[in-house]
C-alpha cells in the first residue's frame, strides 16, 4: 500500500476514535459503520463507506471491488481515470444504500451529509470531503449490456463458474459507478453523457478482459485434466 494512503487510513480511524465517547455509542446504537477502502496504486481518495450494521457484508463487497477488482483491471482501463483520481479529494465518503426513492443507481452530494465528515478536518488534508451514494441492491438488477453480457453468460455455462462470473460482474458495475460519481465530483460540469461514455467504457472493458482470463485459466485446467488422462 502506498505509505501516503495508509498514514492517512491511520489518521482517519485515529480521528474516529478520538471523538466523544457519547457520540461514539449515540452512532452504535443508531447502527451507523464505516469502512475504509483505497485504490492500491493512488494516494488518494482514501473512501469511507459509511452504512448501517446490517448492510456490513455489502459494504465488505463494494470495498473488494476498490481494493481487489480495481488492481486486476488492466492499466489502460485504470489510466482513463488518472486526471480524475488526481484531482480527486482526499477523502470521500460513499453512502451505501439498498435503493433510492428515484430509482438512480448513485448520486454525487454538493455538500457531505454524513456527520463526522461534513467539515474539513486535518486527518482528511484540512480540505472538504467529497460525498456520494450508491444503491447497491439497485446495481445488483442493472442491465448495463443487456445484449453482450447474456453472450458472456453463455461462456461460462451453469455451475460455480458462472456464479464466480456474475460475482466479478457485479463488483465491476459498483466500481463503475463510483468512477462515474468520482467523475462528476471532480469535473461537475461535464456532461452526463460523456461521464457515462467513460464510465461504460470502462466497465465493458473490465468485463471483457475479466472473462478472456477467466476462460483462459480455465482452458489450461482442461488441458491439464487431459493430459493427465493420457
Ligand atoms: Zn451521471
Redo the contacts with the bound molecule.
Sequence with gaps: MDPEISDQRSAVEQYLRARPALVRWRERLAGRRYRLANLKDRPQPLFVIACQFRDSERATELAWAIEHDWAEVPARCREVYDEILFRAPQLVVIQLHRTNVCGCL???HVAVRETPFAMPHEAFGGEHAGEMDIAFDRVRTWQALPLSETALDAKFLAGSRLEEFHAAQFRLRLLSIVL??M??LVLPREP?AS??ER?MAFYREALAAYTENAIATLSLTIDRSFSRLG
Design positions: 448513485g448520486h454525487r462515474h460519481e467523475n462528476h452526463e461521464v457515462r464510465s
